[in-house]
């Protein structure tokens, strides 16, 4: 089967019942999906022809069997619909009429790929435990080289995501700017890659009071690898903490920058008030 996917072929291909009814034998050959530059292939999927090959070879047995009335849509299709969609800013309305399909299509393929992905590539990429000691040690080293700030092990932060909940429990749902909505927590290490995920919290609550219920503040305070790496720095014992901004609370694992009137008195003082905040004042 070939790798040469293209978002156009994608949607031009499912739109042709000729292509859905073709032979095993020709879709093997390859056909429309040798096309495309590698510059367009990475711009719509997000990886490139080496790292798509990787995850057909490995999805391999889970493509999906034909029907008695239709024939299912191969694999390296669904592989390429999921990895658009995973990438993209297009809704499902959209997707689904640029692919010819229906949106519950569209959240189907890009739910059964996550959920085969997981099964079969998590055990091998993500790691059985968040803190060790080899990971606080790359994590705190990687922010101090990078941005000058020591013993700080990932920046934590959350967003709001809309979602229609039943009417019973909108309630619970409506955030305070007044749509329903779940949030997002990640925690994210100096490279910016992805270390802890919470989802389902309901929008009522802020992203400070998420990260209060989550098991990651509870982790951070049991864990004694954090309280074993601690340093002493101008005289003062500092642990390994986390980062993030004034809507979460002080506390000993996570820092959090200065009110904005601290904050500009500061960087006055210094005389360095960067340049995203000159252009506010103005």
């Known amino acids: 089967m070939s790798n040469g996917v293209s978002v156009g072929e994608i949607a031009e ?7 859905m009814q073709q032979s095993e034998e020709d879709s093997d050959e390859g056909g429309p999906y ?47 619909i999921a990895m658009y969609t995973l990438g993209s800013m297009g809704n499902y309305n959209i997707l689904s009429f640029l692919f010819g399909m229906s949106e519950s299509m569209v959240g189907e393929i890009l739910l059964h790929f996550c959920c085969d992905v997981c099964r079969i590539l998590g055990p091998e990429f993500l790691p059985k435990a968040l803190i060790t000691p080899a990971k606080v040690h790359k994590c705190t080293q990687g922010f101090l080289n990078l941005f000058g700030f020591p013993q700080c092990f990932g920046a934590i932060d959350g967003r709001h995501f809309a979602i229609k909940p039943c009417a019973a429990d909108a309630a619970n749902y409506r955030n305070q700017k007044g749509w329903c909505s779940i949030i997002v927590l990640a925690l994210v290490d100096h ?23 989550s098991s990651l503040k509870k982790l951070m305070q049991r864990n004694p690898i954090l309280k ?16 993030g901004d004034s809507a979460y609370k002080f506390s000993k694992i996570l820092m959090k920058p200065y009110s904005k009137s601290r904050g500009y008195c500061f960087y006055a003082v210094k005389g360095t008030i960067p340049k995203t905040r000159r252009r506010s004042r103005k």
Do not use: H, T, W
């Not at 291909?13 to 292509?19: A, C």
């Not at 340093?231 to 980062?243: F, S």
């Open 191 to 213: 490279r910016s890659r992805f270390m802890y995920l919470n989802v389902g919290s309901p929008g009522r609550f802020n992203v400070s009071e998420a990260f209060e219920k």
């Open 228 to 243: 074993n790496n601690a340093k002493r720095i101008a005289g003062v014992d500092v642990p390994v903490v986390l980062i």
């Open 13 to 19: 291909d499912i739109n042709n019942s000729d292509n």
């Open 34 to 80: 040798d096309e495309g530059s590698d510059e367009a292939f990475m711009e719509d999927f997000r990886v490139n022809r080496d790292c798509f090959d990787i995850l057909l070879k490995r999805l391999q047995k889970y493509e999906r069997k034909d029907a008695a009335l239709s024939k299912a849509i191969p694999l390296d299709r669904r592989i390429a």
